[in-house]
């Protein structure tokens, strides 16, 4: 069974900064992509950032030049390090995962989601 598990959400300061982690554990044989969403109060959960089994990425524009996706050296960790943050970059984090499972077919995995909190 896989499991996704997030930490480093918390309340920061506008501009100010948070890393977010996000391990995959379990019997898998491949990751092919990880990403971060994030879903506020009220609106529907939307793609913040990606990256792909070969490196590549692909960001929200509202997040572009602020935000950086990166992986593990064991490939089955993804960190999102958000920078100059926002009010509004507040909401439920949730690490994603498309991966495909020993002798099982391959499908979209979720973490539990950490809260971000961006105020003064």
């Known amino acids: 069974q896989v499991q996704l598990v997030e930490s480093g959400g918390g309340l920061v300061q506008p501009g100010g900064s948070l890393r977010l982690s996000c391990a995959a554990s379990g019997s898998i044989f491949m990751i092919y992509v990880m990403g971060w969403y994030r879903q506020a109060p009220g609106k529907q959960r939307e793609l913040v950032a990606g990256?792909?089994?070969?490196?590549?990425?692909n960001y929200d524009d509202s997040v572009k030049g602020r935000f950086t996706i990166s992986r593990g050296s064991a490939k089955n960790t993804v960190y999102l390090q958000m920078n100059s943050l926002k009010p509004e970059d507040t909401a439920v984090y949730y690490c994603n995962g498309n991966i495909s499972p020993l002798n099982e077919r391959r499908a979209d995995y979720w973490g539990q989601g950490t809260q971000v909190t961006v105020s003064s």
């Open positions: 990256i792909t089994r070969d490196g590549s990425t």
